[in-house]
């Protein structure tokens, strides 16, 4: 069944019709348009308003502003309640800047793409969600259980719902409403929603909500930005027109931008960062400090070099590849009916962050592999089912020992993409042994309890011996293809016969019915283990 699309009234700005658009006022941007930056309530706007603060001194932006030629002017800003109230201002000129997810510029498109000089030109990346979104859960326990069923979202979290639509046996029904959260408590019949990490700790009670205190009965956090770390993209386009007519203005605007990410990473720690200043201008109160904290703390930055990264089409979590693996889960959800073109960031950061002094990515730490591992190994097959996020599998044959990159690139290849995608998650490279030989000792040849004993462990070992291959493989196939992996993201877990594809039957494997089922036995799984409850798998934050 074609899933079914809810739009309410408030989105009608952002997915209307061409007839709707027509009735937003269009005008032309000119050399002379004020260049204002916009922000909205989320964490990476800190960066912008902290760039404005002059308490002490010129401001950063004050500092940054100036034009290859030498040419000083001035970087405005201009606070929106949210990322849908941009859109006539965008189109208007009142700002020449909109600040949009990769999803969102997708669902904009029919309306900016329809004359040259509002097309939006993607020129900087504020980097990704990391903590501050969650996906909760009526009644279910494994992501898994999302698969052909319906998911609550708002455009700016969309990513996050077409990334996990496209983890999913079946396509979801994905949902654009204004309020997932309201919705989801009002909603009995709606089993998911996509909501800030904050609304989903109330709504769950910080674990499973019973319906008292503002709590939804049964409902629960299945995984959050944490883990799905590359998957939710802040970033600023800027109007075709205002960038042919002010280029100088835009590339010093984002040389700026550069600067202000750096000062602000450096000022974070030295905890000198004046977050009641930013709550004021970006939430519009000053009261809203914590909030604003909570906010920051919800996202990362990327660094010059992640800058780089996500301009360069190949690269993996670039623009291009967010956009088109975006698309396609689109139309597959029925959201639009065929890809859209969308313009490349044109601007060459490297040469933009020439006074950038870190030029290095900007990453969190990574996970203590001991924990991890020991962590998993302490999880019941049930447990492992239900903190899965996405898995890939390979088989092999009978006594292989080594996994050919060229028989297995393509499946190493998704194994890896799923490793940049969750970044925060584990990769569990749990290799399995077939059981129809320990089968036949046991029932065919009475092993007594020693034998059974001894060869489970072998069998243990040898499946471990299989997946520190395929991580050698793995990690080979990363050099080749130039991908940036994190090695203590990455486990092994020699599984034996612990989890036989057909089940369990009086305490043994059930044998195998067909010789398909036998073949598939043997098998690697990249696993993609969420992890966020387990504290003592990360190491600490050193980034902030």
């Known amino acids: 069944m074609r899933p079914i699309l809810f739009i309410v009234p ?3 700005s952002l997915l209307a019709t061409g007839a709707v658009a027509q009735d937003l006022a269009v005008r032309d941007c000119r050399a002379d348009s004020a260049s204002i930056l916009p922000m909205v309530p989320a964490g ?5 308003a902290h760039a404005t603060d002059d308490l002490l001194g010129p401001s950063i932006f004050q500092r940054h502003s100036t034009t290859r030629d030498g040419v000083d002017f001035t970087i405005e800003t201009r606070r929106f309640d949210d990322y849908d109230a941009q859109l006539p201002a965008y189109l208007g000129c009142e700002t020449p800047y909109m600040r949009v997810t990769h999803a969102q510029m997708t669902l ?14 993607p020129v900087f990346f504020y980097g990704w969600s990391n903590g501050a979104d969650a996906l909760v859960a009526r009644d279910f326990d494994a992501l898994s259980d999302l698969s052909g069923r319906a998911v609550a979202t708002t455009p700016a979290r969309l990513d996050f719902a077409l990334q996990l639509a496209l983890d999913a046996e079946t396509m979801p029904d994905i949902r654009l409403v204004d309020t997932p959260a309201e919705s989801f408590a009002q909603d009995a019949g709606l089993p998911f929603a996509i909501m800030s990490t904050p609304r989903a700790e109330v709504l769950t009670a910080g674990g499973v909500g019973t319906g008292a205190e503002g709590s939804v009965a049964g409902a629960q956090q299945l995984v959050t930005t ?27 605007t984002v040389r700026a931008l550069l600067k202000a990410e750096e000062l602000f990473r450096e000022d974070a720690k030295k905890q000198v960062v004046d977050f009641q200043r930013a709550a004021e201008m970006v939430l519009g109160d000053a009261a809203l400090e914590d909030e604003m ?9 990327v660094g010059l070099n992640g800058q780089v990264d996500w301009s360069t089409a190949s690269a993996p979590r670039s623009f291009r590849s967010v956009v088109n693996s975006g698309q396609t889960a689109m139309v597959k959800a029925g959201l639009i009916p065929s890809a859209v073109a969308l313009t490349d960031p044109p601007l060459d950061y490297a040469t933009l962050g020439d006074n950038i ?12 592999q001991d924990a991890a591992t020991a962590a998993i190994k302490a999880m019941s097959n049930d447990d492992i089912a239900e903190s899965t996020i996405a898995a890939v599998t390979i088989l092999f044959e009978p006594n292989q020992a080594q996994f050919p990159i ?33 089968l036949k000792g046991v029932l065919k040849q009475d092993w007594p309890p020693t034998r059974q004993k001894r060869e489970l462990a072998s069998l243990r070992n040898t499946s471990t011996a299989r997946a520190l291959a395929v991580r050698d493989a793995l990690v080979e196939t990363a050099a080749t293809l130039g991908y940036d992996i994190d090695n203590s993201q990455i486990t092994i ?3 034996g016969i612990e989890d036989p594809l057909g089940g369990f039957c009086n305490d043994l494997p059930c044998p195998p019915k067909t010789e398909e089922e036998w073949q598939n036995s043997r098998r690697v799984v990249f696993r993609v283990i969420g992890m966020e409850s387990e504290a003592e798998v990360f190491t600490p934050l050193n980034e902030w």
């Open 10 to 12: 408030a989105l009608a």
């Open 44 to 48: 990476h706007d800190a960066i912008t």
């Open 108 to 121: 904009l498109a029919e309306q900016t793409e329809a004359q040259d000089k509002t097309r939006m030109v």
């Open 226 to 252: 944490t883990s799905a770390n590359r998957v939710i993209g802040d970033l600023l386009v800027v109007r075709a027109d205002y960038l042919e007519q002010n280029s100088d203005k835009v590339r010093a």
């Open 293 to 301: 904290q909570t906010l920051w703390r919800g996202v990362e930055t």
């Open 357 to 368: 002094w870190d030029k290095r990515r900007v990453k969190a730490s990574g996970f203590d």
């Open 406 to 438: 060229e028989d297995y690139r393509t499946a190493f290849e998704e194994a890896l993409d799923k490793s940049q995608i969750y970044a925060g998650a584990i990769l569990s490279i749990e290799a399995h042994s077939s059981y129809l030989g320990y």
């Open 493 to 495: 877990n020699g599984r």
